[in-house]
């Protein structure tokens, strides 16, 4: 019964905000930037801007 009660808990935290919701949006625009400006052949702002996204904005997206 205490497990039950644990496992309902857990599932209470985990809630989706406004702030992730903007650090999502602001993670897939940069990565869809990223990637437009690598096609254009930028090798060193498209680069930047996936690292940015991919490591930066979407794990604080998950984790905030």
């Not at 019964?1 to 905000?17: C, G, H, P, Q, Y």
Request: net charge positive.
């Amino acid at each position: 019964m205490t497990d039950n009660k644990k496992n309902s808990d857990s599932v209470k935290a985990l809630k989706f905000s406004m702030v992730n919701l903007w650090f999502a949006l602001a993670g897939a625009i940069t990565i869809v930037l990223g990637y437009y400006l690598l096609g254009q052949g930028s090798i060193s702002a498209a680069p930047a801007l996936l690292v940015l996204g991919y490591v930066v904005l979407l794990p604080l997206a998950i984790i905030l």
